[in-house]
Structure formats: C-alpha cells, structure tokens
C-alpha cells in the first residue's frame, strides 16, 4: 500500500526539529520571486507536528473548543476560510501565496477534526501528549525545547521503565 | 465587414504570477464557451446581467465560418440557413478538439463532422482545416476560439462602453492541464487575461450559493448547510458537483466529468438512421459534406422534437440516391443511447460515492446544461437522485456563465453592500497528479478532489543499485498505469548518492496553488548531511507542448526502466 506522507520537508520548519537535516535546508517557498516572506516560511507548519511542537492544537487552529460539535467545527472552517483563503486574500489586493499555506494549515484542521475517526484518534493522541506531559513536568524539570521526540507516547513507555 | 482585431497580446502561458499581483478595478467578465453555444455574463452592479448581442441573442452558437481571407464568427455573422454552418466552410464543436491529440477517441469521433478532421494516429494534434473555395485551408481548435473569443470581447466593449481585459471561463471537469493551457493560450491570441479557468458545475455551485444566501438573509435564518447535487450535460461534456453550502461558502465535495453529451446523443442518432454513414462520408467530398448536413440537421431536429413529443417523422432525401422516410420514437432514440444514459448515470453514483454524501442528505438536485430539456435525462438524474422534484430557481441555459461572472466580480475585489458576493468557492483537483514509478505505474501524489491549495509529498526511492540519476515523469489522470493518463512534464534528478537500491530518500512534493498552477518538487533528501550536495528541482508544470502522446513514448524509448522510481511506504 502507499500512503502519503502529510509532513513536507520542502516547507516545513520541522526540518530543524527533526535536528537531522540541515536548518538551512532551502525552502522552496523562499525561492519564487512572489512569496519571498519570512513569516511565510515560518508558518507552514508540519500538519501531523501540532502534537510533537507542542505549539498549538488543531482545535487551536480553528479556535473552538474541544467539546465543539460537528456544525461547530464546520462553522468555524468556513469562518476562517472566509478570512484567509487565498481567493479571498487576492480579491483584497494583497499577495496570496502566504495565506495559502495558513489555508492548508486550517484546511488541515479541518480534516482532521471533521471524521469522526481520525478526530477520535487524534483527541486519544492529544490526550496522551497532555497527560505525558504534565506528568514529565512533576517528575522532572528537564523538559525544554531540546527534546521533542522525547514528547512521543514510545519514548514515554521506556522513560517510565527507567 | 470589418476585419478581425487579432492581437496576440502574450505568448507566455505562465499567466499564474499576474493573477496574485495584479490590482483588479475593472470587473472581469464570465465568458460560457460551450460546444455548441456560448454566452457572456457580467456583474452589473446589483446583479448578473446576460450581454446580447446586435441581433439581440445572449446564446450564440460557437462557430467560425472561413469565407475567402476573413473568418467571421457566430457572435457577428448570421447565418442564411443552418445549412450553411454544414458546408465545410464553418468550424465548430473545437471544444471537444482542443488539447487533444490524434489518438484520442473523441477527436477520432469529430471525423464524421462536416469540416476536415484528419488523424496520424501517433499522438500528435489532428489536422483540421475549413473549405475556403474549393480547398481545405488549415486552422487549429485555439485560433478557431480565439477568433472567436475577439468577437464576444468586442460585442462586451461595445456594451458595457470600457475595455475588457480579465476574463472568468468555465470549462468541463475532465479537462486536463494542457487543456487547460491551449484554453489560456486561446485566450492569449484573443488578448484575454484568465483570471478563473472554472469547472463549469462549480459555477453553477456558485450560483446557487448566492441563491441559498440570498434565501436566508431574507429569513433572518442561521444559514445551516445545504448539500446539491449539480448535472451539466451539454452538447460536448457531462459534469456532476456535489457542493456543500453555508453562509455564502461553496465547499465543492467531489466532481465528476467525462466527453459525453448532446453530440454523442446526435451522432448515435445518425449512425442508427444511416448505419453506413462513416463509409458514405470518408472521402469528404463536397457532395459527401453536402449530404452529411442535411442528415446532421434532420437528425438534431428530431431530436430536439422528441423532447415535447413522442414520436416524429423523417423524410430525408440526401441526394446520393440515399433517402430516410422513418417515424422515430422517443423509446427508439433512448435505446439508441442507452450506453451514454448509463454513462450519465454513473459519473452521479461516482460523484455522490467520492463526496461521502447520503443521497437523503441532498437537498437539492439542479439539472443544467442544454442536454436538460431531454426527459431520460431529467429522469436518470431524478431517479439516480432518488427524487421527485429537480431544483427549479435556475435557467438551465444561463447558470454557468453566472457563476462565471459572480466569480468574475468576485475575483475582482468587487463587493456589494447587500452581500450579494459575500461568496467564496472552495475548489477540488478535478483529477489526480503523481508520477511514474514502481515500473510504469501512475502514483498519485494530489489525489483527485483534494481540496485546494494543496501540497503534498511523497518519498520513493532508486529501483537499482548506485542508481545516481532518476527521471521524475509526471501525469494528470486516473489510470493505474501511466499510459492511460496525460503526460504534463519531466526531468532528471542527478547526483544521488551511490547507494543499493531502495536506500537513497528521493522526495517529490506537488504544489497546487489556489488559482489552479502546478509545481512539481523533487530532490534527493540527504540524512545526517548538514549541506544538500544537490540543489532541489522546482518545475512549473505542464512543460510538455504539442506531440505529448510522442513524447512519453519517446522517453520510454530512450531510458525503459534504468532510471525508475520505487515508491517507499510510510514508516509509522
């Protein structure tokens, strides 16, 4: 089987988290002449890196809650989608190509949170990473910017065997 | 009569940059070019206005009639008599012509139309040429469109009293993206900027978001989702949307589309009264065009009558001792086309199945499209739909081109103080892009209906050992393998480490902008390694221009499997 791999090491800055690759990896959005933006390359985020970066959650993404219902969660697509697609973005008369990686970000979301399935798996992953992480937070201080992977339930697993 | 405005006004087809920079005062219009009819829309300040033109038509037939040195359109000429149209001197129906090469089934079915439709069969656009005093004088399906597109842009100048310059163009979903190119590149000659290249359901998706705002502004009401179902089947192509709808955002949830329609009905219709008609009309000589349009324009007669009724007479004399006296009933000409009805049928199946949609959750089903006064048609729909009703608010002939031009007004920055384009449209691939690998199968890497702006990316890896070079091929299409799919571009990823096969990580990433443009990324990924050896490819695709069908032959031909592609499995 194939499956697609949702992380970009074309855009995402995930490649300095990842701390295998180099930081200067060029990026291909800093390279065509219309999209040379620094916050543009900043905000491309990898879509499945919410729960290893810690930054935000895609309910924070779309701004709702984590009780939010189906309509709710539509609802709040569709408002940001209002905001930041790149249709609208141009029709204003400013510069698309940054909104359009904020518009996959959502899109991304969206997705997500939209089936029932991958919204329960991903709310089991969440859960798991809060939990971790709070619990890391009272057993030891040592939990900084360094150690992301160390972030992920099967590190956890051998972190508590130790 | 005045001699045609033929500006070539840019030869780029690169004409994604302008659409993100350009500041846009002036409203785009909607252009509807059908196969066999075509329209103009504009925003006029509070609503969608139809141009007419000095004859007073909003449809036009989509022609161009060749007659000495000026060519002269179906926007400005008027005909004598529809025979006229089927002398060999008028070119129409290049709709289902543009873009294709010769050895595609639907340019193969334009042979038996009364102008030169020649093939080679080796994947090279077909030769296609109008009679002009007694000789076969060459032209090609963009400068047909084109000559036509400068008529419908001077009747809007003339109307609407400004330049126009930006347009909005719907197209059929199964259109491909050098389709798309030779559509722009028409538009180009016709000095024509294309801001919006739509799938022509989506812009009756468009419509009917508007309609449902509108609806729901007058009831004060929360605006909660509607789901349509939308069928467009017109004289070359059938389209279905499925389009979720709420607060003026038109979600498109899957399209489906394929080059079926009112032509096939008509040339089915023709073989089924003159079974041997490919043979009588092969040579094309003029008594041969001559008889070919007598029974092209009694056979669409019929079969426009048999819309109201039952049953109706032919009596057709050709000329070459061949006569047809026959009554046909409607029964007869739904057997006939039983093989295009089922057609019809499955593109909404499919579309309903892609779009994860119950049919008891659509709300309404919205049957357009000059094919729509057919009643089987209206009954599979209705049937396939599991319905009674069909939507009733839009002018089956007209919906298009006013999406068209909402989008157009829209696209333009245009807004309105009652929020009447408070809209946007979320758009889909209409088909999928990957490339070749795993020995000559298509790997998708942007699926078909993924939304867009979409970026995605895939790892493959080297199918020999120190293989260091690889051919990144790309196609647009469905097939499993690539040859059922349309060739968009190559090229070559050097330096790859020597490695044993299926070690080296090789990423190619598509990236499918809001306005429909194509970049292909690819490049060798370097583990542990802090300075890429390699600078990374970026192509803007399609590269690949005429001759296409040649052309991944020729690379099969030149490199077989030396330099393929295996594709990796997600490590979870």
């Known amino acids: 089987?194939?499956?697609?791999?949702?992380?970009?090491?074309?855009?995402?800055?995930?490649?300095?988290?990842?701390?295998?690759?180099?930081?200067?990896?060029?990026?291909?959005?800093?390279?065509?002449?219309?999209?040379?933006?620094?916050?543009?390359?900043?905000?491309?985020?990898?879509?499945?890196?919410?729960?290893?970066?810690?930054?935000?959650?895609?309910?924070?993404?779309?701004?709702?809650?984590?009780?939010?219902?189906?309509?709710?969660?539509?609802?709040?697509?569709r408002r940001l989608a209002r905001v930041v697609h790149p249709d609208v973005v141009v029709a204003r008369g400013q510069r698309g190509q940054a909104s359009a990686d904020e518009f996959l970000k959502i899109h991304e979301a969206y997705s997500t949170l939209s089936d029932p399935e991958k919204r329960a798996d991903y709310d089991r992953r969440l859960f798991e990473r809060q939990w971790q992480a709070n619990s890391r937070f009272t057993m030891s201080s040592s939990s900084s910017n360094s150690g992301f992977s160390s972030f992920r339930p099967r590190k956890w697993e051998t972190d508590q065997c130790w | 009569m005045a001699e045609q405005a033929y500006t070539v006004a840019s030869d780029s087809e690169n004409t994604g940059e302008e659409k993100s920079s350009s500041t846009l005062p002036e409203i785009a219009i909607g252009i509807d070019i059908g196969t066999s009819q075509c329209s103009v829309a504009v925003w006029n300040g509070s609503q969608v206005e139809l141009l007419k033109n000095t004859r007073n038509q909003k449809m036009m037939r989509s022609y161009v009639t060749y007659k000495d040195d000026i060519p002269s359109g179906g926007v400005s000429n008027q005909l004598s008599n529809e025979h006229e149209m089927l002398s060999g001197a008028a070119i129409f129906n290049m709709k289902r012509l543009v873009g294709r090469v010769d050895t595609d089934p639907v340019v193969h079915a334009c042979k038996s139309l009364p102008f030169l439709v020649q093939t080679l069969d080796i994947g090279v656009r077909p030769f296609i040429a109008a009679l002009v005093n007694n000789a076969w004088r060459s032209t090609t399906p963009e400068e047909v469109m084109a000559i036509f597109l400068v008529e419908l842009r001077a009747m809007a100048e003339l109307q609407l009293k400004r330049p126009i310059r930006h347009v909005v163009l719907t197209i059929p979903v199964s259109f491909g993206r050098f389709q798309l190119t030779r559509i722009e590149r028409a538009c180009a000659m016709a000095g024509l900027h294309v801001l919006r290249l739509m799938p022509e359901p989506t812009a009756v998706a468009l419509l009917y978001a508007q309609q449902q705002q509108q609806t729901t502004h007058d009831n004060m009401g929360s605006g909660s989702e509607k789901i349509?179902?939308?069928?467009?089947?017109?004289?070359?192509?059938?389209?279905?949307?499925?389009?979720?709808?709420?607060?003026?955002?038109?979600?498109?949830?899957?399209?489906?589309?394929?080059?079926?329609?009112?032509?096939?009905?008509?040339?089915?219709?023709?073989?089924?009264?003159?079974?041997?008609?490919?043979?009588?009309?092969?040579?094309?000589?003029?008594?041969?065009?001559?008889?070919?349009?007598?029974?092209?324009?009694?056979?669409?007669?019929?079969?426009?009558?048999?819309?109201?009724?039952?049953?109706?007479?032919?009596?057709?004399d050709l000329g070459n001792g061949s006569k047809i006296n026959?009554?046909?009933?409607?029964?007869?000409?739904?057997?006939?086309?039983?093989?295009?009805?089922?057609?019809?049928?499955?593109?909404?199946?499919?579309?309903?199945?892609?779009?994860?949609?119950?049919?008891?959750?659509?709300?309404?089903?919205?049957?357009?499209?000059?094919?729509?006064?057919?009643?089987?048609?209206?009954?599979?729909?209705?049937?396939?739909?599991?319905?009674?009703?069909?939507?009733?608010?839009?002018?089956?002939?007209?919906?298009?081109?006013?999406?068209?031009?909402?989008?157009?007004?829209?696209?333009?920055?245009?807004?309105?103080?009652?929020?009447?384009?408070d809209l946007l449209t979320i758009q889909i691939a209409t088909l999928a892009i990957g490339i070749r690998a795993d020995g000559g199968n298509f790997i998708p890497i942007i699926p078909r209906n993924t939304t867009m702006p979409a970026r995605k990316e895939m790892t493959f890896t080297t199918a020999h050992d120190n293989q260091t070079e690889a051919l990144i091929v790309v196609y647009e299409g469905e097939g499993q393998k690539v040859e059922e799919n349309h060739l968009l571009g190559y090229f070559k990823i050097v330096g790859i480490p020597p490695a044993p096969k299926g070690a080296p990580e090789i990423s190619v990433c598509m990236d499918v902008d809001a306005s429909n443009v194509l970049r292909v990324f690819a490049g060798v990924v370097q583990l542990g390694s802090y300075q890429p050896a390699m600078p990374f490819m970026e192509v803007r695709m399609p590269t690949v221009d005429d001759g296409h069908g040649w052309c991944a032959e020729a690379l099969n031909r030149a490199y077989g499997s030396t330099l393929d592609l295996v594709s990796v499995q997600k490590k979870i």
């Open chain 1, 1 to 77: 089987m194939i499956s697609l791999t949702s992380s970009s090491s074309f855009f995402g800055p995930n490649v300095v988290v990842e701390g295998r690759r180099n930081p200067q990896y060029p990026s291909f959005r800093s390279v065509r002449p219309l999209t040379i933006s620094a916050s543009c390359a900043s905000t491309v985020e990898r879509p499945g890196s919410h729960i290893a970066t810690g930054t935000s959650s895609l309910y924070e993404v779309l701004g709702i809650r984590m009780e939010a219902t189906c309509l709710e969660i539509k609802t709040a697509y």
């Open chain 2, 228 to 316: 349509a179902l939308i069928f467009n089947m017109g004289a070359g192509y059938t389209d279905v949307a499925v389009t979720a709808t709420a607060g003026g955002v038109s979600q498109i949830r899957a399209l489906a589309g394929s080059a079926i329609g009112g032509e096939d009905l008509l040339q089915n219709m023709m073989h089924y009264l003159l079974p041997n008609a490919d043979t009588l009309f092969s040579s094309h000589s003029i008594n041969e065009i001559k008889a070919m349009g007598l029974l092209r324009v009694a056979t669409q007669d019929a079969i426009h009558k048999l819309s109201t009724q039952t049953s109706v007479p032919i009596n057709l």
């Open chain 2, 326 to 421: 026959k009554v046909l009933h409607r029964q007869e000409f739904e057997e006939v086309n039983r093989k295009v009805f089922e057609k019809c049928e499955t593109l909404v199946t499919q579309c309903l199945h892609d779009a994860k949609v119950e049919i008891e959750d659509v709300n309404d089903v919205i049957v357009v499209g000059g094919c729509s006064y057919i009643p089987k048609v209206k009954d599979l729909v209705t049937s396939a739909c599991k319905r009674k009703e069909l939507y009733k608010g839009m002018n089956p002939l007209e919906a298009a081109v006013c999406g068209a031009a909402l989008e157009g007004a829209v696209a333009s920055g245009i807004s309105d103080p009652f929020g009447n384009l």
